[in-house]
């Protein structure tokens, strides 16, 4: 069994992006994945699913029958009444205006039973300057929450400034299919740093379907190429020292850059880094208030390297 810390560390955090790289699935695998990880003995694990809006109405499609509600009829009817709707994260690849609407008849739509139960409950746009991020925070309703993704490089300071003082939230890419997608660590410490520093909350995406920062190909071609990649373990232990200890840039760096798995400890009311320790409770409030979530194409990957670890 994990202990409390482990638990407390990864709970919710995965947002399935099974339909984007290097996955790339198609929505009706993207969808029978979702349902049955929400299914699954680690479930607890799985948050959000996300789509782009453009393709909402193929959501609709393919997981109608997966979805909570009266007339599912598939082999997951026997869970369907016990489940809550599913939660979508609809990434804004459309006009803003235009997305809305689309998010809105999604909405409606499977708002009732029959249609299965689902809502859009988070947004996420691309900031192309912090003069955009406060335009659309006027038109996003206050019911959804919106993630804006800020450059993987460069001063990320005034896309954050832009963030502060309410609900929207920030979103970094961590990785991709090239190694000149992954930012630095300097970069990805700033990012976190000036997160808290603005006191605005935020997600990962891309590149962090493995705990630990390491070696690995970046797709699941044979000939795939490889690169470093940063580890999910490593950058929300470092987003929790930062939140509650105020941790320096300098021990921030040195934590995203660790790849000993011998420097991490959980047991039930600490997580430990070396010599650093951080209690249960206030990684609990550094998940439910500051590092929210991680988009990844894989569930199962996590999974199976957290068993590896001995930590799952």
């Known amino acids: 069994m994990p202990t409390r810390a482990l638990t407390t560390l990864v709970t919710s955090l995965f947002d399935y992006a099974g339909l984007f790289p290097p996955a790339g699935l198609d929505m009706a695998k993207t969808c029978e994945n979702y349902a049955r990880a929400r299914m699954g003995t680690h479930a607890w694990m799985l948050g959000r699913i996300v789509c782009p809006v453009s393709r909402l109405h193929h959501l609709s499609e393919a997981a109608a029958v997966l979805m909570p509600g009266t007339y599912a009829t598939s082999g997951y009817r026997e869970h369907a009444d ?164 105020e941790a320096s840039r300098e021990m921030v760096i040195e934590l995203l850059e660790e790849q000993d798995a011998s420097q991490f400890g959980f047991e039930d009311a600490t997580a430990r880094w070396r010599r650093q320790e951080l209690d249960a409770v206030d990684l609990a409030r550094t998940r439910e208030t500051f590092a929210l979530s991680i988009g990844s194409c894989s569930v199962d990957e996590p999974v199976a390297d957290l068993q590896t670890l001995g930590w799952l």
């Open 82 to 245: 016990i489940l809550e709707p599913w939660s979508i994260s609809a990434v804004c690849d459309v006009p803003l205006e235009e997305a809305l609407e689309l998010i809105d008849a999604f909405d409606e739509h499977h708002g009732v039973e029959e249609h299965g139960l689902a809502r859009v409950d988070a947004i996420e746009l691309k900031a192309k300057d912090p003069g955009f991020i406060d335009e659309a925070i006027e038109q996003i309703p206050d019911d959804m929450t919106p993630f804006f993704e800020v450059p993987s490089e460069g001063d990320c300071r005034g896309f954050i400034a832009a963030l502060a003082g309410g609900e929207a939230c920030a979103k970094i890419r961590c990785g991709g299919v090239t190694p000149e997608a992954f930012p630095s660590s300097e970069h990805l410490a700033d990012f976190v740093l000036a997160c808290h520093g603005a006191g605005v909350a935020f997600k990962a995406t891309a590149g962090l379907h493995h705990p630990l920062r390491a070696e690995q190909r970046l797709t699941y071609e044979p000939n795939s190429p490889c690169s470093t990649m940063h580890g999910f373990v490593n950058l929300f232990l470092a987003a929790a020292f930062v939140r509650t200890k």
